[in-house]
Structure formats: C-alpha cells, structure tokens
C-alpha cells in the first residue's frame, strides 16, 4: 500500500509546485494575448495578424502593423476586449483590425 500513497503524494507535489507559475502568469506584471475577442518584439506566431483582446496589466503598449516595430502602431494603456471596435483612450478607429505583428511594453 505504500505505492499509492507516494503516487498521490508525487501528484499533490506538481499540483503544488505550479501553482506559483500560474499565479505569475496572471500577475498584472504579465502582458497576455488572446485570439478569441472577448478576452521592442515581434508577437509569437500563434497570435500574429490575430490578436483580438489583451491585456496588459501596468504596461503601456504600442502595437505595430509590421515586424520589427515598424508600420502604422496605436498605443492602449488599459485591456482592450475588441480589437475590431472603435474607441479607447487615444481614439483607436478599429481600421487596424487585429493585424499587429510586433509591440513595444513600458510602465
């Protein structure tokens, strides 16, 4: 009987051990991308020319068209939940769409 018992001490360990991670990524110190719109480098390619919401926590961004921060770029200093929707702080029109490449982040 001693098998399971370290087994399910092994399991409740890595349960333990990522919850620190977890909590990191969702820290307001994090800038996370999502595809779904509700919710100084290029994007990963899994979210390039299709970022729909973010959000960027204490962070300032400045989102470019091109790679290598170059091309037409809006700024947003809050989470942005429609990136297909006019509106925002410095009057973001929406014709930007969600075809960002790259994205410069400052405090």
């Known amino acids: 009987m001693l098998f399971p018992t370290t087994l399910l001490f092994a399991a409740l360990t890595t349960l333990v051990s990522s919850a620190p991670l977890l909590e990191t990524r969702q820290a307001a110190t994090v800038v996370r991308f999502y595809t779904e719109k509700d919710f100084g480098e290029n994007l990963p390619t899994s979210v390039k020319d299709s970022v729909s919401s973010f959000k960027i926590g204490v962070y300032k ?29 410095y009057g973001y029109k929406g014709d930007q769409n969600d075809e960002v490449s790259s994205a410069i982040c400052s405090t």
């Open 61 to 89: 961004c400045r989102f470019f068209e091109h790679d290598g921060c170059t091309g037409k770029s809006q700024w947003f200093d809050e989470d942005w939940h429609n990136m297909r929707a006019r509106g925002g702080n």
